[in-house]
């Protein structure tokens, strides 16, 4: 064979093989991935079916439970009725004999819930039965709620499961048709695919469908089938043998015109070059003439030479960094300032790697990747916006979510969403340290600490994009950014370890409420905040009536399962904006900023009804029992009551010491020791003199007596907030 028709050959295979190989590839890839797709569509409403079918089952059972537990049953049979928990109800004596029945049921034979494996026959309604007894324990008959199995009801199964639903007139083999949401055209193949079927196998129908039985089994007792439709496109294959013939016709010109065009030096010189290409720097290309092809080989051989001293200096330059990193990376680790480190690791891992732009990306608490660093992609080549890609999506999302690294080439018409374009890319994720990453088969020293493969443990991902003079990152990347990886690793978990003993030391275990070290400092910048803004700061002190009766009755195991209800009930009852404090055993502390006292009384009233409406469950000594608790309130107001924190939470102290006095379970505002200012009168609209209740609005600083925290008109209103003026809405938390 002549070199034209090797080189012709060679080019055929080179282009062909890989073109056949890819098209087989497709071709098998979607019609697997179609089949996966339907398996796992059909599988999750066999879920949903079975489900829905429970949760009717429980329905009934619940209305057919109402009326045997009532001595009317009719009346009762008829309530079940009109609410819809069941179209009929059926009361039976011990013989048989009806007792009872509500109109409309319908048509026997009724399917029984609890049933196994049905006999064969017609279905037209499930059913609940549950047995009538006396006090003895003898039977006096049962009641059964039904609900029919009509067309409607499989209507629903499918709207519920998203994909087509038959139901069969019974178990038995061949199948017979009772009620379905299939199309006329499909349903006959349905139905022939359905009756080969056994168990709970996935099959084919000859016009792109996927049926699977589901039931009857135990709980289930329906003969179902259902089938969704195949999403393989129409005309694949045939658009995938005219791609292969045209690639073919295009081969053959291509590879025709080149060997006509083709010398052997220039067969030479393109072996060196696939040789360089492969990584091979000690290719040469033997130089035959002095003509411009002989300039052309002794240029290359100089080219390969020099490139080879430049990767061993680059090598052995890497190597040397590589060193220099680890002991960053130690210090790195012992800082807090997480977006300093960040950046430094980002920055570095560019430099090391030669890459045009970077981000490191965290896992926030909505499952998407953040970038909290990013270096280069400020460029016009580059999508606006932070970078911000949902777990499992794109590059990076996959990266993070199966704990394996990735690089390679992307075109940049084919970037996921959310990633910044580019045609190279790299990324590697990376887990708090100990988190159980699996060795490679490379060995340990291959996987530096804090990446991992186990996707659940994952803190982020770190990318790097567009290697600079346009080569793909190689392995030595790849273990060059792992390491980056695992100082990123380390450095994540320091903070958040940093964070989490913040905040440990500044909140109450038992109850999650704020202690009383925070409440020092909280009341000292509330009260500041109050006074720079001229805004009022209402001060709860709160103390659990005869709590040391509960410790004593019911033991301190049950004492702390009062104070940790008590604490979520102030939550639920408080805004966002509001602080609560545990001050210490059963004392309590609630700051309101640009609260007055009105609408601190409004929240004491409020606080007093949660409390004492609900008894709280604790263990008692043999069982539960419910403890009926109460709290006092003493109410405060800065600057009405004092000029300082700490003589704001001494005179709602005084009052809580009053409202004890009083009779406890109620709340007392404290009187205002300081004298008021000067003031001018100002004649202002009838409309905005304050109601008669004797509490102060904010802005208004006059002294207010001691109040009792018996509840007056108007004073509670339902969904009013905690200031009489404008504030926050108050939030649900905690509820």
């Not at 179609?34 to 429980?58: F, G, K, N």
């Not at 496109?233 to 053959?252: D, K, Q, R, S, T």
């Not at 910044?420 to 600490?449: E, L, S």
Request: hydrophobic share 45%.
């Amino acid at each position: 064979m002549t070199l034209r028709g090797r080189l012709t050959a060679a080019f055929l295979t080179v282009v062909l093989g890989p073109v056949l190989v890819g098209a087989f590839f497709v071709g098998s890839a979607v019609a697997a991935v179609d089949r996966s797709r339907s398996t796992e569509r059909l599988a999750v409403a066999a879920a949903a079916v079975r489900t829905s079918v429970d949760a009717l089952c429980q329905q009934l059972r619940a209305a057919a439970d109402a009326v045997a537990l009532t001595e009317d049953r009719a009346a009762a049979a008829g309530q079940v009725v009109s609410r819809g928990l069941a179209a009929a109800v059926l009361v039976t004596d011990v013989a048989g004999g009806v007792v009872h029945a509500t109109p409309g049921a319908p048509p026997t034979p009724w399917r029984d819930c609890s049933a196994g494996v049905p006999d064969a026959g017609p279905l037209r309604a499930l059913a609940a039965r549950v047995d009538l007894r006396d006090a003895a324990g003898t039977p006096l008959g049962t009641v059964t709620a039904a609900q029919p199995v009509d067309p409607a009801f499989v209507a629903r199964l499918a709207a519920v499961t998203g994909v087509a639903v038959t139901l069969l007139d019974g178990p038995e083999t061949p199948v017979r048709l009772r009620h379905t949401t299939e199309s006329d055209g499909v349903r006959d193949a349905v139905l022939a695919a359905a009756g080969e079927l056994d168990g709970e196998r996935v099959v084919g129908t000859p016009d792109g469908r996927y049926v699977r039985r589901v039931g009857p089994s135990e709980g289930q007792p329906l003969p179902l089938v259902l089938s969704v439709p195949s999403d393989q496109p129409p005309g694949l294959y045939a658009v995938l043998v005219a791609a292969v013939l045209l690639a073919a016709l295009l081969a053959v010109a291509a590879a025709w015109r080149l060997a006509r065009v083709t010398t052997r030096p220039l067969v030479e010189l393109a072996g060196a070059v696939d040789r360089v290409a492969r990584g091979d720097l000690t290719a040469r290309v033997p130089v035959r003439s002095r003509d411009e092809l002989g300039r052309l080989a002794g240029a290359f051989n100089r080219m390969t030479r020099e490139t080879g001293t430049y990767v061993a200096a680059l090598t052995s330059s890497r190597d040397q960094l590589r060193g220099h990193l680890a002991v960053l990376g130690d210090t790195l680790a012992s800082t807090h300032d997480l977006q300093r480190i960040l950046r430094v690791i980002l920055h570095s891992a560019i430099a090391a790697t030669g890459a045009r732009a970077g981000a490191v990306l965290l896992v926030d608490a909505g499952g998407t990747l953040v970038a909290q660093a990013t270096e280069g992609l400020a460029g016009p080549d580059d999508r606006p916006g932070p970078v911000r890609v949902p777990l499992g999506s794109g590059v990076v999302g996959a990266v993070a979510v199966t704990g394996e690294p990735r690089r390679g080439r992307v075109e940049p018409s084919a970037v996921p969403p959310g990633e910044p374009r580019c045609r190279t890319y790299i990324a590697v994720p990376f887990a708090a340290p100990g988190d159980g990453a699996a060795a490679r088969a490379d060995g340990p020293a291959a996987r530096p600490v804090g990446v991992v493969d186990a996707p659940a443990t994952a803190l982020g991902v770190l990318a790097l994009y567009d290697r600079l003079g346009g080569d793909e990152f190689d392995d030595d990347d790849l273990v060059t950014l792992r390491t980056f990886a695992g100082h990123a690793a380390v450095a994540v978990d320091n903070v958040r370890v940093h964070e989490e003993a913040q905040r440990l030391s500044l909140t109450d275990p038992l109850t999650g409420l704020w202690n009383y070290r925070y409440l020092r400092e909280s009341i000292r910048r509330e009260v500041e905040r109050a006074s720079r803004f001229g805004r009022m700061l209402s001060v709860l002190a709160l103390d659990l009536d005869l709590f040391k009766a509960v410790n004593d009755t019911y033991g301190h195991t049950a004492g702390d399962t009062v104070l940790a209800e008590f604490a979520r009930r102030v939550r639920g009852e408080i805004r966002e904006v509001d602080l609560a404090f545990r001050q210490g055993g059963e004392e309590f502390v609630v700051l309101l900023p640009e609260t007055d006292a009105r609408g601190a009384a409004i929240v004491a009233e409020r606080l007093g009804t949660a409390i004492r409406g609900t008894p709280i469950t604790v263990d008692g000594p043999g069982a539960p029992v419910l403890v009926q608790v109460t709290v006092s309130i003493g109410i405060a107001v800065y600057p009405d009551h004092g000029s300082t924190g700490q003589q704001v939470l001494d005179a709602a102290d005084e009052a809580l010491y009053a409202a004890k006095a009083g009779g406890r379970d109620t709340w007392r505002v404290a009187a205002v020791a300081r004298v008021a200012p000067p003031v001018r009168e100002i004649p202002v609209p009838a409309g905005a003199v304050s109601p008669d209740d004797g509490l102060p609005r904010a802005g208004a600083h006059r002294e207010l007596p001691a109040l009792d925290g018996a509840p007056e008109p108007g004073l509670a209103a339902p969904g009013g907030g905690a200031s009489s003026g404008p504030h926050p809405p108050r939030q649900s938390r905690g509820r």
